[in-house]
């Protein structure tokens, strides 16, 4: 009886530990997708790319990794001659209503204050003749961090690419 409570012991053990390193390593980009497939999609060969609102840290790197995820669809970015025009902006809702005012991306003296809140990038495809939105997601991610603290961009990059690829998985690719 003593064996099982102790191999119960140790893998309870284990499970505890491997959790604890996957929420220490961060990471799990969630994505949704809220508008798919009602356009002509074998027509969209190019497309453009604008940014609102997206933190100056973020957007080089964002866009890059929306790029290459977007570009494995057979789709070439065109910034001025295209079928889709994609809008990648950002959003952020602070979880505790006391830090509503706090930005989370400002540096701050008091460093034992912990912000918690849902980061989001929403993408958004339209037409460019017509204007009418033909896909739509979002990618997100919860955060507890200190003001001014963020994703190193190394860390980062992986984790947008394979969001991104979530995300776009619906999205009909070019023969």
């Not at 570009?71 to 295209?82: H, P, T």
């Not at 005012?101 to 400002?106: A, W």
Request: with cysteine; net charge negative; glycine share 6%.
């Amino acid at each position: 009886m003593i064996r099982k409570n102790s191999f119960f012991t140790a893998t309870t053990l284990l499970a505890l530990l491997m959790l604890a390193g996957c929420a220490q390593t961060g990471g799990q980009i969630g994505h949704s997708v809220s508008v798919c497939c009602p356009g002509n999609y074998a027509e969209y060969r190019e497309y453009s790319i604008e940014l609102r609102e997206i933190p100056a840290f973020l957007s080089d790197y964002v866009v890059v990794e929306f790029d290459r995820a977007f570009q494995e669809k057979g789709l070439s970015r065109n910034d001025n001659r295209n079928q889709l025009r994609v809008t990648l902006s950002y959003r952020h809702v602070n979880l505790n209503p006391e830090q509503e005012q706090i930005d989370p991306f400002e540096r701050r003296i008091e460093q034992d204050v912990v912000l918690r809140y849902e980061a989001t990038i929403l993408v958004e495809m339209r037409e460019s003749a017509s204007g009418r939105v033909v896909y739509a997601g979002q990618i997100n991610h919860l955060h507890s961090v200190t003001p001014g603290e963020f994703m190193h961009e190394e860390r980062a990059r992986p984790e947008f690419a394979n969001a991104f690829r979530a995300m776009l998985a619906s999205y009909p690719a070019l023969n």
